[in-house]
């Protein structure tokens, strides 16, 4: 399998999926099918359909009580030794009513969607991008809405934009404000795939952008893929959750499909826009919880290794993590030795 015939096969199962997920969410908000179809359950499907198409899953799990404290749902890591790019997703779904209800959640403060944009610094890498999927149907949406893009992609700036300033009643959640000019989410590679195509390498792909952070204001997804859409230039070390989930230490965690990293977050100290955060003391029975969430009953235990977040010397403060890493490692993919 070539590297390019590896993302046209994803791109095809990302719209299949976003017809699944088209389906699902037409029936249950227009036709009253009862289905239990939350943001997370059609993202825990999601990543099931696409179980092929990374190298390693990695379960992020924090000592954080409120899941503002997650910097995303997902992301994708792609890379390989010291150079990756991060793609960042926070998924919506629409309700009955055509709005995405949890946009900005808590709507008191819009946390969720600041940390998603303004993330702490020591938690990106030098390339990322930030992204809301929205998960979609007609006629709910109350504009046209394909089937193929039943999972969408916006700029998460653009939302921002258009979502306006808490609270609630004061912000936009409609999805026919939010749904015009995203794209079917497995176009988010669209930009890759044409420069595979002309025959660049994904290590040469990937080593042209990981030092190239993108310009505050970025008007199309595919920019992320244009070395020559950039802000100067950055270096310096990986995120330290990164640097430990694609470190090599010969481990049960190198050679696992699906792992998990516990993430000690407290020394990070607040964001600077958070005025609510408990102390260590007051986070410790909520930790436990957290890190036992992955070893249910319903679940094998995996593979896991442990970090403690250091301070950092960033004014934003606190920490911005995904609860899901799809790493794609060059190195790693079936390409690689074909």
């Known amino acids: 399998m070539t590297e ?37 359950t059609a993202t825990e499907q999601n990543f099931f359909r696409l179980r092929d198409f990374w190298t390693k899953s990695v379960y992020i799990v924090t000592n954080e009580p409120d899941e503002v404290d997650t910097g995303a749902d997902w992301e994708w890591l792609i890379g390989h030794g010291q150079s990756w790019v991060q793609i960042r997703v926070q998924a919506k779904i629409l309700n009955r009513n055509g709005r995405f209800g949890e ?35 007609e006629p709910a949406a109350g504009v046209p809405v394909a089937r193929e893009a039943g999972c969408s992609a916006q700029l998460a700036s653009r939302v921002h934009d258009v979502y306006g300033k808490p609270p609630a009643d004061r912000a936009t959640l409609r999805a026919d404000a939010h749904l015009p ?16 195509r002309s025959g660049s390498s994904l290590g040469d792909i990937v080593d042209s952008l990981a030092n190239r952070p993108l310009p505050t204001q970025l008007h199309r997804i595919d920019d992320f893929w244009d070395p020559n859409v950039g ?17 090599r230490s010969g481990d049960d965690f190198d050679a696992a499909r699906v792992a998990r990293l516990e993430v000690d977050t407290s020394r990070r100290g607040p964001r600077g826009d958070d005025h609510s955060r408990h102390s260590r003391t007051e986070l410790e029975p909520y930790r436990a919880l957290s890190y036992a ?41 079936p390409t690689a030795t074909s």
């Not at 000019?181 to 595979?196: E, K, P, Q």
């Open 4 to 40: 390019v015939t590896f993302f046209e096969q994803m791109q095809r199962a990302m719209s299949a999926q976003a017809e699944d997920v088209w389906d699902m969410v037409h029936y249950s908000r227009t036709e009253g099918y009862q289905l239990r179809l939350g943001e997370v």
């Open 231 to 247: 802000n100067g230039t950055c270096g310096g070390a990986l995120p330290s959750y990164v640097e430990k989930i694609v470190q």
């Open 181 to 196: 000019g995203s794209i079917a989410w497995a176009r988010i590679f669209d930009g890759l795939v044409s420069r595979l």
């Open 293 to 333: 969430r992955y070893n249910g009953e319903s679940t094998v235990a995996v593979p896991s290794r442990s970090l403690t977040l250091e301070p950092s010397d960033s004014p934003v403060g606190g920490s911005s993590l995904p609860r899901v890493v799809s790493v794609i490692d060059i190195d790693e993919l």
């Open 103 to 137: 946009l900005g959640h808590p709507h008191s403060s819009g946390q969720q969607m600041e940390r998603l944009i303004n993330p702490n610094p020591a938690d990106v890498t030098c390339r990322w991008l930030p992204l809301y999927v929205f998960y979609a149907a």
